[in-house]
C-alpha cells in the first residue's frame, strides 16, 4: 500500500514538474521528458507489470491534459514500462550506466515513435531536421537530469524494499 500511494505521488510530482517548471527552464522549447525517467527507472528496478502500469497512469495524465486523442500517450509510456522492465534482471543498483543507457535510448524512442505517428503520416518529412533538433536535444537534455533524478528514484525503492522487507519479518 505504501509503495502504491508513494508511487502516485512520484507520478504526480513528475506530471506536475513536467507541465509548470520544466516549460520555464526550456532551451528553444526544448525540455527534459521527467516521466520516460520514471518510467524507465520503475520498469527497470521493479518489473515488465509495475512499468507497465506507471507508463499507463503517466500517459493517461498527458493524454488528458495534452493529447489529442486519449491512450496514444498512454500507450507509448506502457510499452516503455515494459520494454524497461524487461531489463530488471540486470538491476543492480550500483551500476549507473545500464539504466542512464536504457532512459536515453526510451527517449529517443518514444520521440521517434511519436514523429512517425504526429507528423510522418501527415507528410511532414523532415526526419532529419527533427532528428538534430528535437529528438537528440531532448535526449542529451533528459540524460542531464536524469543524472539527477534516478539517484533519488534509486534511495525510494531502496528505501521502500527496506520497509517491505522489515514488515515481512
Not at 50 to 64: H, R, T, V
Not at 96 to 121: A, R, W
Amino acid at each position: 500500500m505504501k509503495r502504491n500511494i508513494i508511487s502516485a505521488f512520484l507520478i504526480l510530482l513528475c506530471f506536475i514538474l513536467q507541465s509548470s517548471v520544466l516549460p520555464a527552464i526550456a532551451f528553444n522549447g526544448i525540455k527534459p521528458n521527467l516521466l520516460i525517467i520514471l518510467i524507465a527507472a520503475y520498469g527497470f528496478m521493479n518489473g515488465e507489470k509495475n512499468g507497465m502500469l506507471i507508463g499507463f497512469f503517466c500517459g493517461l495524465l498527458a493524454d488528458i491534459f495534452s493529447g489529442d486523442v486519449i491512450g496514444l500517450y498512454a500507450l507509448l509510456y506502457m510499452l516503455t514500462g515494459y520494454v524497461n522492465g524487461t531489463f530488471q534482471r540486470m538491476f543492480y543498483p550500483e551500476d549507473i550506466k545500464l539504466p542512464l543507457i536504457l532512459i536515453l535510448v526510451s527517449d529517443i524512442g518514444y520521440n521517434f515513435v511519436c514523429y512517425c505517428l504526429l507528423f510522418l503520416l501527415r507528410g511532414r518529412l523532415e526526419l532529419g531536421y527533427y532528428f538534430l533538433h528535437v529528438i537528440l536535444p531532448e535526449a542529451v537534455y533528459t540524460i542531464v537530469i536524469a543524472f539527477a533524478v534516478y539517484p533519488l528514484l534509486l534511495l525510494i525503492h531502496k528505501k521502500l524494499e527496506a520497509a517491505e522487507k522489515r514488515s515481512m519479518e
